[in-house]
């Protein structure tokens, strides 16, 4: 059964940080293009960051360099860290996954997970 669970979220003030677990059963990261997603209230999802099979990252131009998504292949594990965190970061954060090795963040991701939820305060 395939299965994303994500991770991690939870009430932070602005300039800390968080890091958010996608925890993977079903498939393997090893082997499919997973991402990062993020929605604001009454925004529509925007992509944050992808990460291909063989580990090369992409990331959102608007993101800077705030964020790293990386994964661990053995604990079939999707991780995204979010540095000097601000308000406007506040989202439910979404991982997907899409089986290819062409991976950015426009492919059509067809796996997701429910999300976990990022509020950040002044």
């Known amino acids: 059964q395939v299965q994303l669970l994500e991770s991690g979220g939870g009430s932070v003030q602005a300039g800390g940080s968080l890091k958010l677990s996608c925890s993977v059963s079903?498939?393997?990261?090893?082997?499919?293009?997973m991402a990062w997603f993020r929605q604001a209230p009454g925004k529509k999802r925007e992509g944050v960051a992808a990460?291909?099979?063989?580990?090369?990252?992409t990331y959102a131009d608007y993101l800077e360099d705030r964020i790293t998504i990386s994964k661990d292949n053995a604990k079939n594990t999707l991780y995204l860290r979010i540095s000097s965190l601000k308000p406007e970061d506040t989202a439910m954060y979404y991982c997907?996954?899409?089986?290819?090795?062409?991976?950015?963040?426009?492919?059509?991701?067809?796996?997701w997970g429910q999300g976990t939820q990022v509020t950040v305060s002044p």
């Open positions: 997907a996954a899409y089986g290819s090795s062409r991976c950015s963040l426009y492919v059509p991701f067809n796996r």
């Open positions: 079903g498939f393997t990261v090893s082997r499919d293009c």
């Open positions: 990460i291909a099979p063989n580990g090369a990252p």
